[in-house]
C-alpha cells in the first residue's frame, strides 16, 4: 500500500470511531491530541488498525513521541504494510 | 495533604468560561483548536478549585515547554506545589500537593480485550484476573490504566514513561503500589463515582494524606462552591 492509501484507511478508521472527527479535517501534522483522542483511546485506535493492516505495532512505538499526528501514524504502519506485488 | 478535586461534564458546561481567566483561555484557543476543548477547560477548572479557597482569585494555571501545569499567584510560579491535572469526556480532575504526584480520570466504557492486552504488563494481567470477577473487569483495568497513567505523570513523564516500565504491582481496598521503571515502588490510590474511574499516585514519600472534593458551582464572590466526595473504593485518605 502506498502512504497516501494507508493515510485513507487511517482518516476512515478514526472517523468511524470517533464521530465527531467527520468534521475536523484530521490534517497529516495536526497534533491527534487536539482531535479529542485521548492516550488510551489512541492505543484502541493503533489495535483496531493493527487489526485492519493484519501486523504489530512494536510496543517500543506505543509512547506520545511516536504517535503524535497522523502523519506519525502513516509512517510507522506503511513500514509494516508488505508493498502490493 | 493532597487535594484532588473533580469537575463533572454538567457542572463544567454550567460555569462556561467564566472561572478562566483571559491568559488561561487564550491558551486553550491556541493549543487547542479541536474537539477536546471542553476537556480542557475543565481541567483548568479543576485545577484552580484544587488551589486554597482564599487565593483562587489570584490563581491562574500555566504550561511549561511539555505541557506540564504549575500553579503562578499573581504572576509568580508557585514552585512549591505540584500540580496534575487529567480529564475525560467532559470531565476534569486535578490533584493540588507539596509532594511529586499524578492524577488520571478515566469514563467507564467499554475496551476490548485485545486493548487491555496490549496496555497491561503480563503481571498485571494476573492481577486484573485474579482481583477482579469477570464481569468487573473493566473497571478493574480501567483503575490499573488510570493507576498507570497517574504514576507516569507523577514522574513528570506521561507516558513516555513507557506503557510497560510501570506496573501496578498491589491493587486492593482502594490502596496501590505501583513499581516505577527505576524500580522505585509508588503508593496510589484509586475509585470510582458517577461512572468515572479515578487514580492518583503519589512517588515515594513517608507519609501523604488527601481529600476529594468536587465542584458545585461559583459563589457569588467569584470562588468555587465545594463538596467533599466519598469515591466508592478509594481509600482511606493515609497512606504510610
Not at chain 2, 507523577?154 to 506496573?167: D, F, I, P, S, T
Request: hydrophobic residues 40%; glycine residues 8%; contains cysteine.
Amino acid at each position: 500500500m502506498t502512504p497516501d492509501e494507508i493515510r485513507t484507511v487511517i482518516r476512515a478508521t478514526l472517523r468511524s470511531r470517533y464521530p465527531h472527527l467527520e468534521t475536523f479535517p484530521l490534517e497529516g501534522t495536526e497534533p491527534l491530541d487536539n482531535s479529542g483522542i485521548n492516550s488510551l483511546g489512541l492505543l484502541q485506535t493503533i489495535v483496531a488498525l493493527e487489526e485492519q493492516f493484519s501486523v504489530s505495532v512494536d510496543d517500543d512505538y506505543l509512547v506520545p513521541e511516536r504517535l503524535r499526528t497522523l502523519d506519525d501514524l502513516v509512517l510507522i504502519f506503511h513500514a509494516l504494510v508488505p508493498a502490493a506485488p | 495533604m493532597t487535594v484532588i478535586c473533580l469537575v463533572p461534564d454538567e457542572i463544567r458546561e454550567a460555569l462556561g468560561l467564566q472561572p478562566l481567566t483571559e491568559k488561561e483561555l487564550e491558551w486553550i484557543r491556541l493549543q487547542n483548536p479541536g474537539p477536546r476543548v471542553a476537556d480542557r477547560i475543565a481541567g483548568r477548572i479543576a485545577a484552580k478549585a484544587a488551589f486554597p479557597e482564599a487565593n483562587q482569585l489570584g490563581v491562574e494555571v500555566e504550561n511549561d515547554e511539555n505541557g506540564a501545569p504549575w500553579y503562578s499567584v499573581d504572576g509568580a510560579r508557585r514552585s512549591d506545589l505540584n500540580l496534575s491535572i487529567a480529564h475525560s469526556h467532559g470531565w476534569g480532575a486535578a490533584a493540588r500537593s507539596n509532594v511529586a504526584s499524578g492524577v488520571d480520570v478515566e469514563l467507564l466504557r467499554p475496551i476490548s480485550d485485545k486493548v487491555q492486552q496490549r496496555a497491561l504488563t503480563p503481571n498485571e494481567l494476573q492481577l486484573l484476573s485474579r482481583r477482579w470477577a469477570t464481569e468487573d473487569r473493566l473497571v478493574g483495568f480501567l483503575t490499573l490504566w488510570t493507576l498507570k497513567e497517574a504514576a507516569c505523570k507523577a514522574l513528570g513523564l506521561g507516558l513516555k514513561a513507557g506503557l510497560h516500565k510501570v506496573e501496578v504491582r498491589m491493587c486492593r481496598f482502594g490502596i496501590a503500589r505501583i513499581k516505577l521503571p527505576d524500580g522505585r515502588i509508588a503508593r496510589g490510590t484509586y475509585g470510582f463515582t458517577d461512572g468515572m474511574v479515578l487514580g492518583a499516585v503519589w512517588l515515594p514519600n513517608s507519609l501523604v494524606t488527601w481529600q476529594v472534593t468536587r465542584v458545585r458551582g461559583l459563589t457569588p464572590d467569584g470562588t468555587f462552591e465545594m463538596e467533599p466526595v466519598s469515591l466508592e473504593g478509594f481509600g482511606e485518605g493515609l497512606l504510610r
